[in-house]
T-cell receptor, first 112, second 116 residues
Framework: SQQGEEDPQALSIQEGENATMNCSYK?????LQWYRQNSGRGLVHLIL?????REKHSGRLRVTLDTSKKSSSLLITASRAADTASYFC????????????FGSGTRLLVRP | EAGVAQSPRYKIIEKRQSVAFWCNPI?????LYWYQQILGQGPKLLIQ????????DSQLPKDRFSAERLKGVDSTLKIQPAKLEDSAVYLC??????????????FGPGTRLTVL
């Protein structure tokens, strides 16, 4: 079963704009991770935020985590055409033998 | 550092045939995962190994799917016999940490299986 659900399912923006994707989950977690998947390729780990953290930055990425609302957001600033990909949140639930459960993803299109 | 290797990259078979996928994780990674990703969905964990032992195979359809990780390194995933609904990308991932310690995972390119 899906633990994380991303919103929106698809997003189209102009190069240079910011992109925000949201993830909601159901159970208590150890951490939440975001992955990117380019067309026809494997997933690449972007960032991990622990359950006791509220915000984390990595380059043009900013992730927030609100455990009271069981939600996270991924912000990509100053987007580039190369950011076009699917983005997945994955939760490492406390009661799941530390396996990752992925959401269904947000498909981001950055128009040049 | 070499990444996770998978082969073949593509496979087309007819239903009821058998197929096997191979994965070579990053050297030294203790934990290995197989995922199934159906088009338009997120990856779904099939099986998790820690060294050569199975940690979780609760979502592996054991009547047709099997996996092994001999000597705690390479792994193979087999489907026998295949069904149409097995058409998907099969992803292998590995993690350097033992289960339970913030397991960032490194993914291979995947094998795209089409069952006709």
């Amino acid at each position: 079963s899906q633990q994380g659900e991303e919103d929106p399912q698809a997003l189209s923006i102009q190069e240079g704009e910011n992109a925000t994707m949201n993830c909601s989950y159901k159970t208590s977690i150890n951490n939440l991770q975001w992955y990117r998947q380019n067309s026809g390729r494997g997933l690449v780990h972007l960032i991990l935020i622990r359950s006791n953290e509220r915000e984390k930055h990595s380059g043009r990425l900013r992730v927030t985590l609100d455990t009271s609302k069981k939600s996270s957001s991924l912000l990509i600033t100053a987007s580039r055409a190369a950011d076009t990909a699917s983005y997945f949140c994955a939760t490492d639930a406390e009661d799941s033998s530390y396996k990752l459960i992925f959401g269904s993803g947000t498909r981001l299109l950055v128009r040049p | 550092e070499a990444g996770v290797a998978q082969s073949p990259r593509y496979k087309i078979i007819e239903k009821r045939q058998s197929v096997a996928f191979w994965c070579n994780p990053i050297s030294g990674h203790a934990t290995l995962y197989w995922y199934q990703q159906i088009l338009g969905q997120g990856p779904k964990l099939l099986i998790q190994f820690q060294n050569n032992g199975v940690v979780d195979d609760s979502q592996l359809p054991k009547d047709r799917f099997s996996a092994e990780r001999l000597k705690g390194v390479d792994s193979t995933l087999k489907i026998q016999p295949a069904k149409l609904e097995d058409s998907a990308v099969y992803l292998c991932a590995s993690s350097p940490r033992l289960a339970g310690v913030y397991n960032e995972q490194f993914f291979g390119p995947g094998t795209r299986l089409t069952v006709l």
